[in-house]
């Protein structure tokens, strides 16, 4: 499984970016997706996490009530609708995805940042 981020970018605190994570090769494979983010020397985090059929999610706390994961299995894409975006949002983002083997799956990641 391949997996490529978009959606990236600088913006302006509270507006909105939306990710997207595009999955490609044995997307039958393919079982919980979720979000990570990690700054410059700290550890990566988990931002958000979506089932393989959409119908359960988590997030951390810090982005609770303002980012939404989604995914569209028939396009292979799973998405992060992040609004009232603060400054401390600022990081790399990265798509991770889970295959039935038990292999997990990382894209190249997409910078967010987020100006005060």
């Known amino acids: 499984v391949q997996l490529v981020e978009s959606g990236g970018g600088l913006v302006q605190a509270g507006g909105s970016l939306r990710l997207s994570c595009a999955a490609s090769?044995?997307?039958?494979?393919?079982?919980?997706m979720g979000w990570y983010r990690q700054a410059p020397g700290k550890q990566r985090e988990v931002v958000a996490g979506?089932?393989?059929?959409?119908?359960?999610?988590h997030y951390v706390d810090s982005v609770k009530g303002r980012f939404t994961v989604s995914r569209d299995n028939a396009k292979n894409t799973m998405y992060l609708q992040m609004n009232s975006l603060k400054p401390e949002d600022t990081d790399v983002y990265y798509c991770?995805?889970?295959?039935?083997?038990?292999?997990?799956?990382w894209g190249q990641g997409t910078q967010v940042t987020v100006s005060s």
């Open positions: 090769g044995s997307t039958f494979s393919i079982n919980a």
């Open positions: 979506i089932t393989s059929g959409g119908g359960s999610t």
């Open positions: 991770n995805a889970r295959e039935s083997g038990g292999a997990s799956c």
